[in-house]
């Protein structure tokens, strides 16, 4: 007989997570319900499809808690996931700072002990995102305390990975988080200065994160693309049009795909797997959405209600490309 193939997707996270473990590989898929399990987004969706975004996972499955982080561990590959609630105090940044900070550390450390020393795509839902004066604002407040936990030594980001930060409405921060051991191949975005690159104007220390990258997740390599919003050089542009955004926001993936070396004209955003959409104001779902359309016809579109880390910003996307 020939060797059993390696076991591949037949169990979807969603229908495992809670209390009960995925005892059989399966796909992580994450929830988008606004709820308080760990695993899932804690956005509300403003509809779309959310099949799509799902990861490949090989077992024997492992599920577990340390560091206060919760995870799902297969064959060279973990899911990560946290929420604290920091009380939101306003006028104490320095909790959200030392926040930031700590649970970077926990990953870095949960990473250690499951020996998968890449962080390959995270995640951030953070609260109130931009209250809070000048260098206190949380979101600056938070980058400080990130970039703080990489000043370290032998940490799990020894190459900046693809990442999402946008605002949610339950309180403190959540995160998710791909683990694996292989190095990531950051993509940045020759339209935008790069965000580790940031002048001082934003914040005492930049945001940590790359536009996209090229992944390895199981068997399949990706090209994962960054929460993007409509900023040219470092300056947000179109206050005011969400339309206009969108537009730019999407010129903004094209640039990254080009630069990834994986542009096909013909195919345009069309090659993307699927699309996500994060969305200030839910009126406005309906006009991205039909944006979205025309601009990546055919490809699965999710709508998330999301207030964003810059006040004007009105519309953010990320995206995923299987690569060959
Ligand atoms: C920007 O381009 C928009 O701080 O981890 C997007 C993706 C943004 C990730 C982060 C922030 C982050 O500056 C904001």
Same mark, same amino acid.
């Given at each position: 007989m020939p060797d059993a193939p390696t076991p591949v997707a037949t169990v979807r996270w969603r229908a495992h997570l809670g209390s009960d473990a995925p005892r059989e590989p399966g796909l992580i898929h994450v929830r988008h319900a606004a709820e308080a399990n760990v695993f899932a987004c804690p956005l509300p969706s403003l509809g779309g499809d959310f099949d799509r975004e799902s990861w490949r996972i090989t077992g024997p499955l492992e599920q577990g808690h340390a560091e206060g982080w919760g995870y799902v561990a297969g064959r060279g590959m973990a899911f990560a996931a946290l929420h604290i609630d920091d009380g939101e105090h306003i006028d104490r940044p320095e909790q959200i700072q030392q926040a930031a900070f700590d649970t970077y550390n926990q990953l870095f450390r949960l990473q250690r002990s499951l020996g998968l020393g890449q962080v390959q795509r995270i995640w951030h839902w953070l609260s109130?995102?931009?209250? @809070?004066? @000048? %260098? *206190?604002e949380r979101y600056r407040r938070f980058c400080r305390g990130r970039a703080e936990a990489l000043d370290g030594h032998d940490h799990g980001m020894p190459v900046l990975p693809p990442a999402t930060l946008v605002s949610s409405h339950r309180r403190g921060l959540r995160m998710h988080a791909l683990l694996a051991d292989t190095a990531v191949v950051p993509i940045e975005n020759p339209r935008q200065v790069s965000a580790y690159a940031y002048p001082r104007d934003y914040g005492e220390r930049p945001p940590a994160f790359a536009r996209g990258g090229r992944v390895q997740l199981g068997a399949t390599s990706y090209l994962l693309i960054s929460g993007t919003a409509s900023i040219v050089g470092h300056e947000s542009r179109h206050v005011g049009d969400v339309s206009a955004q969108a537009r730019e926001a999407l010129d903004n993936v094209r640039a990254v795909m080009r630069n990834a070396d994986c542009w096909q004209a013909d195919r345009d955003l069309g090659a993307l797997e699927c699309l996500k959409a994060y969305i200030r %104001?839910? *009126?406005?779902a309906g006009v991205v959405a039909e944006i979205a359309a025309a601009e990546a016809p055919g490809v699965p579109l999710a709508l998330l209600h999301a207030p964003l880390c810059r006040p004007e910003l009105l519309v953010e996307f990320e995206a995923q490309m299987p690569l060959p």
């Amino acid at each position: 007989m020939p060797d059993a193939p390696t076991p591949v997707a037949t169990v979807r996270w969603r229908a495992h997570l809670g209390s009960d473990a995925p005892r059989e590989p399966g796909l992580i898929h994450v929830r988008h319900a606004a709820e308080a399990n760990v695993f899932a987004c804690p956005l509300p969706s403003l509809g779309g499809d959310f099949d799509r975004e799902s990861w490949r996972i090989t077992g024997p499955l492992e599920q577990g808690h340390a560091e206060g982080w919760g995870y799902v561990a297969g064959r060279g590959m973990a899911f990560a996931a946290l929420h604290i609630d920091d009380g939101e105090h306003i006028d104490r940044p320095e909790q959200i700072q030392q926040a930031a900070f700590d649970t970077y550390n926990q990953l870095f450390r949960l990473q250690r002990s499951l020996g998968l020393g890449q962080v390959q795509r995270i995640w951030h839902w953070l609260s109130n995102v931009t209250a @809070g004066e @000048g %260098d *206190d604002e949380r979101y600056r407040r938070f980058c400080r305390g990130r970039a703080e936990a990489l000043d370290g030594h032998d940490h799990g980001m020894p190459v900046l990975p693809p990442a999402t930060l946008v605002s949610s409405h339950r309180r403190g921060l959540r995160m998710h988080a791909l683990l694996a051991d292989t190095a990531v191949v950051p993509i940045e975005n020759p339209r935008q200065v790069s965000a580790y690159a940031y002048p001082r104007d934003y914040g005492e220390r930049p945001p940590a994160f790359a536009r996209g990258g090229r992944v390895q997740l199981g068997a399949t390599s990706y090209l994962l693309i960054s929460g993007t919003a409509s900023i040219v050089g470092h300056e947000s542009r179109h206050v005011g049009d969400v339309s206009a955004q969108a537009r730019e926001a999407l010129d903004n993936v094209r640039a990254v795909m080009r630069n990834a070396d994986c542009w096909q004209a013909d195919r345009d955003l069309g090659a993307l797997e699927c699309l996500k959409a994060y969305i200030r %104001d839910p *009126d406005h779902a309906g006009v991205v959405a039909e944006i979205a359309a025309a601009e990546a016809p055919g490809v699965p579109l999710a709508l998330l209600h999301a207030p964003l880390c810059r006040p004007e910003l009105l519309v953010e996307f990320e995206a995923q490309m299987p690569l060959p």
